[in-house]
């Protein structure tokens, strides 16, 4: 099956439970590396922010939670997420938040139509990174900033094996117990097994023309988040 396909119907699957297991799986620690992101973004006051793939609207909420004069666009091709977004909207957003169906390899934006864009644990899942890079920087305007928070590979090699023993062998055990998919809760740590490390992703935000690309390093290396200029 086509890639886009099954992780399109993946997260149709674990969407009813995806914010609680979540929560479960990082002990909440998630949410210290999204407010790293968002601060890494600097978002401009008044600016208009797409969160891509932003699944059950999680980046959203953060943005509007950390300034309401924000216009945030959440992106995302799942539509079973994009109902947990439009579910929690009415309790979470505290400014502007719109949920949009869009596959962010072909965003239907204007060029140079946002102040900011965010993409959350979700670059391991798509097709083509450069590509996707590339469109991110399509619609944001000259000089404002993408980042780009996910797992990552851990540099330091006992780090790593620790760190490998639970995302390869607790999180199926127990995305299949609580998430309700033990085949999704797989498929997800081995999607880190051909994504790219912190210094191969910087070098694709290159290549797909970001500048003063940097990353800092989260959770022991385990997590990174990757800051690019358009
Ligand atoms: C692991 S979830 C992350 C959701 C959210 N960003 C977060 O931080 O919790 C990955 C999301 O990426 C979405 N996704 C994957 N590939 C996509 C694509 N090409 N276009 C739009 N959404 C996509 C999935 O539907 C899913 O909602």
């Known amino acids: 099956m086509e890639k886009s396909v099954y992780v399109r119907e993946m997260f149709a699957s ?6 609680a297991t979540n929560r479960l799986l990082t002990g909440g620690v998630d949410e210290r590396w999204r407010k790293r ?26 943005l509007s939670r950390t300034d309401p004069t924000l216009h945030v666009v959440g992106a995302d091709f799942c539509e079973p997420m994009l109902d947990g977004a439009r579910k929690r909207s009415g ?16 965003l239907p934006f204007d ?8 993409m ?5 899942n798509v097709v083509d ?22 797992v990552s590979k851990a540099p330091n090699p006992l780090f790593k094996r620790a760190f490998d023993v639970y995302f390869y062998g607790l999180v199926p055990l127990i995305g ?13 740590p081995n999607s880190l097994t051909n994504y790219p490390n912190a210094d191969e992703l910087a070098r694709r935000f290159a290549q797909a023309g970001f500048t003063g690309v940097r ?12 800051v690019g200029t358009a």
């Not at 674990?14 to 914010?19: G, K, T």
């Not at 299949?176 to 997800?188: H, N």
């Not at 990353?215 to 990757?226: D, E, N, T």
């Open 215 to 226: 990353y800092v390093r989260l959770g022991g290396g385990a997590i990174a988040a990757h």
């Open 120 to 124: 959350g644990f979700s670059m391991r």
């Open 176 to 188: 299949g117990l609580v998430g309700g998919s033990k085949s999704a809760y797989r498929y997800l």
């Open 91 to 106: 309790k979470e957003a505290k400014g502007d938040v719109a949920f949009v169906t869009a596959d962010v390899m072909a």
């Open 37 to 62: 992101a968002v601060r890494e973004l600097a978002p401009p006051q008044g600016g208009r922010i797409l969160d891509m793939c932003c699944g059950t609207g999680d980046l959203s909420f953060h």
């Open 14 to 19: 674990i969407a009813p439970r995806y914010d």
């Open 129 to 150: 990174i450069v590509g996707t890079l590339r469109e991110a920087r399509r619609v944001l305007k000259p000089g404002t900033r993408f980042v780009n928070l996910d």
């Open 111 to 118: 060029d140079a139509s946002f102040d900011g864009a965010i």
